[in-house]
């Protein structure tokens, strides 16, 4: 049973420019969580969601950043018009319902922007 | 959102000692999820606790659920380079809106 996959796993992009950040959750699992780490930092949640549905997006910034999961494919998180500051490690979670459960996160993408 | 508080922030042992380390909460969480995080890696889950009190025990690894459900325990027992790493932990917040929570870490550094 393979584990949740993060691609890539190292993404450079220019300041303006777009990132797209993918994520396949565990098979069976059908809840997907977004977090962001920065260096000697904890991780700090970004959004929850279901499939076709966004459940909680309370630490996601309003502007620039959306995230999907449709009901065929992985999950995405998009970081439009990137700036230094995006630069982080994105970790994405998954579990088979939501709450009180085990989550299993994926390696993760470190986003650079230069 | 609830805050959940880790100490120590972070600890020096010699090999072969025991570690203990704990979260404590303002609020009741219903599941604590242990995880270890190496540099460059995604956390990996350790423990999973679902009942107050309960305790488990994962090889050299045990952790509890405290009993007011506010609070839990890592330890390691005779610990080994390899343990190197940072430690979450982490809980269900069981609101209306389901998100994992999780403490700030501690940075656990194992002297061979």
């Known amino acids: 049973n393979a584990g949740v996959m993060q691609n890539p796993r190292h993404l450079v992009r220019r300041r303006g420019q777009e990132a797209r950040l993918r994520c396949s959750p565990m098979k069976g699992h059908s809840h997907v969580y977004w977090y962001r780490q920065l260096p000697e930092e904890g991780l700090k949640f970004m959004v929850y969601l279901q499939k076709e549905n966004i459940i909680d997006e309370s630490g996601m910034p309003k502007e620039r950043f959306s995230a999907e999961f449709p009901k065929e494919g992985p999950s995405i998180l998009r970081i439009q018009q990137v700036v230094r500051g995006d630069s982080a490690a994105y970790f994405c979670?998954?579990?088979?319902?939501?709450?009180?459960?085990?989550?299993?996160f994926g390696q993760g993408t470190r986003l650079t922007v230069v | 959102g609830q805050q959940l508080n880790q100490s120590p922030q972070s600890m020096f042992i010699q090999e072969g000692e025991d570690v203990s380390m704990n979260c404590t909460s303002s609020?009741?969480?219903?599941?604590w999820l242990w995880y270890k995080q190496d540099p460059g890696e995604g956390p990996v889950l350790l423990i999973a606790l679902y009942k107050a009190g309960e305790l488990t025990s994962n090889g050299r690894l045990t952790a509890q659920f405290g009993i007011t459900r506010k609070d839990s325990f890592l330890n390691i027992s005779a610990s080994i380079p390899s343990d190197v790493g940072i430690y979450f932990c982490?809980?269900?917040?069981?609101?209306?809106?389901?998100?994992?929570?999780f403490g700030k870490g501690t940075l656990l550094t194992v002297n061979p």
């Open positions: 982490a809980g269900w917040d069981g609101g209306s809106n389901y998100k994992l929570t």
């Open positions: 609020s009741i969480f219903n599941t």
């Open positions: 979670a998954s579990s088979p319902r939501g709450g009180d459960t085990e989550a299993f």
